[in-house]
């Protein structure tokens, strides 16, 4: 579960596919693992569906949980004074 944890954190946001494809480990492993984390609440999951050439992809999105990206580079605020 600590290589699930860290592979979470250090790459942000993934699917459990991607997840098993990192860190080389069957996919059902993965799975456990996920589920344990989430209960305990050390990660959130959402179950999503995607479409990529017309082939339907099922899934669990992970993600750390409390964890907030820092903010994407861009325009700076405006100066109110």
Not at 1 to 28: F, N, W, Y
């Amino acid at each position: 579960m600590i290589r699930v944890l860290q592979c979470l954190t250090k790459h942000g946001e993934r699917l459990d596919s991607e997840l098993a494809r990192e860190l080389d480990m069957p996919l059902a492993t993965v799975r456990e693992h996920i589920a344990g984390l989430a209960a305990s609440g050390a990660i959130v999951t959402c179950h999503v569906t995607r479409f990529e050439n017309s082939a339907r992809t099922a899934g669990w999105v992970c993600r750390v949980s409390g964890y907030c990206p820092p903010a994407a580079a861009g325009r700076r605020p405006k100066s109110t004074g």
